[in-house]
């Protein structure tokens, strides 16, 4: 096993494994394919791939490697942590720990709680983001570090998610009763189904909304 010096803030030297040190570069870049405040940007694939590769780490090192995530990954906290750990872990009481602002999209506050893992939502185990971003300012805390320290006290999920029809689960999120209720706009309603069919691996770039006017997903967001 190759050996590597690391040169502490404090001056001393540190011997570390070669091998881990590059696992950890993987980790990481495996867990920015996640976005932190981008629905058009988010992708059912890359988060199923994201939580299964956690789960076979196991739930230390699992954690391990959010926490060094969330030390190391800057200078904005990474909010995608808190949108990984509530596919990954199971948490029987409703999730306190939120991504900070207010959702772009205007939702109903009464409907929410049938999401228990808002802002995700799971549909036949595929995860969807149900919100096109946050908005807000301020000092939030650090709630990704607070995820992750919550989730020492939980159980991941016990199987991988395996289904890859994305495109059935987006239809059954979209016609079911609480997502129709959730949106207090119509035309809001719409341009989230469309966001989520993008998340589903959907390529439509534009879209007509009740209202009449036609947003059309930037070009970075492709």
Request: net charge neutral; with cysteine; aromatic share 8%.
């Amino acid at each position: 096993m190759n050996l590597i010096l690391v040169v502490c803030s404090s001056g001393l030297l540190l011997i570390t494994s070669c091998t881990r040190a590059i696992a950890q570069t993987s980790d990481f870049a495996l867990l920015n394919t996640i976005p932190s405040n981008s629905g058009f940007d988010f992708r059912s694939e890359k988060m199923i791939r994201v939580v299964n590769h956690l789960r076979h780490l196991g739930k230390d090192q699992a954690l391990l490697v959010l926490s060094n995530y969330v030390q190391e990954v800057g200078p904005v906290t990474p909010e995608n942590v808190v949108l990984i750990c509530r596919v990954l872990f199971v948490n029987s009481n409703s999730w306190t720990i939120q991504l900070p602002g207010t959702p772009n999209n205007v939702v109903n506050a009464n409907i929410i709680g049938k999401f228990p893992l808002f802002p995700v939502a799971l549909s036949e185990g595929v995860p969807f983001l149900l919100v096109e971003g946050y908005r807000g300012s301020g000092f939030f805390g650090n709630p990704p570090a607070a995820c992750v320290e919550y989730c020492k006290g939980l159980q991941m999920i016990s199987a991988d998610l395996t289904n890859t029809n994305y495109e059935a689960a987006s239809q059954s999120l979209m016609g079911s009763k609480e997502f129709k209720e959730l949106y207090n706009d119509p035309s809001d309603e719409s341009w989230i189904a469309f966001m989520i069919q993008r998340q589903a691996g959907g390529t439509n770039e534009f879209i007509e909304l009740p209202n009449g006017r036609r947003r059309i997903v930037p070009l970075s967001r492709k």
